[in-house]
């Protein structure tokens, strides 16, 4: 069992930034695919990065290439994504999400935080 928990949500405005955190306990978290998702009101759950192990390679939605970066802090367990130059439609529910396997399609996904809100104000 895995557990995850997100920090660092907020209201922030157009053009500003913030960090989001996830620490995850329960399980050797190096040997954890993780992903960041988010839903936003009145839309499906969509798939924002995600990052192996090894953190080499990671995959960024195009909506958000060149604006937010993932990262992984294996020692203290920790996952991150910095947002930068936020936008309106950025806004949602940002969950952490973590599985079993190397290369896991969306659906593949174990273990849920309880997800965090970024609000954007235009």
């Known amino acids: 069992q895995v557990t995850l928990v997100e920090s660092g949500g907020g209201l922030v405005q157009a053009g500003g930034s913030l960090r989001l955190a996830c620490t995850a306990s329960?399980?050797?978290?190096?040997?954890?695919?993780m992903g960041w998702f988010r839903r936003a009101p009145g839309k499906e759950r969509e798939i924002v990065a995600s990052?192996?192990?090894?953190?080499?390679?990671?995959y960024y939605a195009d909506s958000v290439k060149g604006r937010f970066t993932i990262s992984r802090d294996n020692a203290n367990n920790t996952l991150y994504l910095q947002m930068n130059s936020l936008k309106p439609e950025d806004m949602a529910v940002y969950y952490c999400?973590?599985?079993?396997?190397?290369?896991?399609?969306?659906?593949?996904?174990?273990?849920w935080g309880q997800g965090t809100q970024v609000t954007v104000s235009s």
């Open positions: 990052i192996r192990w090894t953190a080499t390679t990671p």
């Open positions: 329960g399980r050797s978290f190096s040997s954890l695919f």
């Open positions: 999400a973590a599985s079993l396997r190397p290369f896991p399609a969306r659906s593949e996904y174990n273990y």
